[in-house]
């Protein structure tokens, strides 16, 4: 997937380097990346294999042109919404803990 990843980066340089009006190449390239993706991606996963996922894209890779298209926020994108909701989770066992337990 890194290999696609990086494909991925030299079609969008590319293309935003060119001055053609038609990307139809492009496209057929984009297709194909796609399309290969799709074929080697796996839909189910293991627990915690979409927070590793999220760690190596967000603090591994060099993703400073793809946020130049979609300006990633911090809670919205980069943080695993399964994660806020563990924590959330965690917060709430401990604090029922203290409370039965300790008090």
């Avoid at 399964?82 to 029922?96: Q, R, T």
Wanted: glycine share 0%; hydrophobic share 45%.
């Amino acid at each position: 997937m890194t290999t696609l990843f990086n494909k991925l980066r030299v079609l969008y340089y590319t293309v935003q380097n060119s001055s053609e009006q038609e990307f139809t190449n492009e496209v057929e390239e984009l297709e194909r990346i796609k399309q290969r993706f799709y074929d080697i991606s796996i839909s189910q996963q293991i627990f915690g294999a979409d927070w590793y996922a999220h760690y190596k894209f967000f603090s591994q890779h060099q993703i400073d042109w793809v946020n130049e298209q979609k300006q990633f926020k911090f809670f919205k994108d980069k943080v695993p919404k399964s994660f806020l909701f563990f924590i959330i989770c965690i917060i709430a066992v401990v604090y029922l803990w203290i409370n039965i337990f300790v008090s």
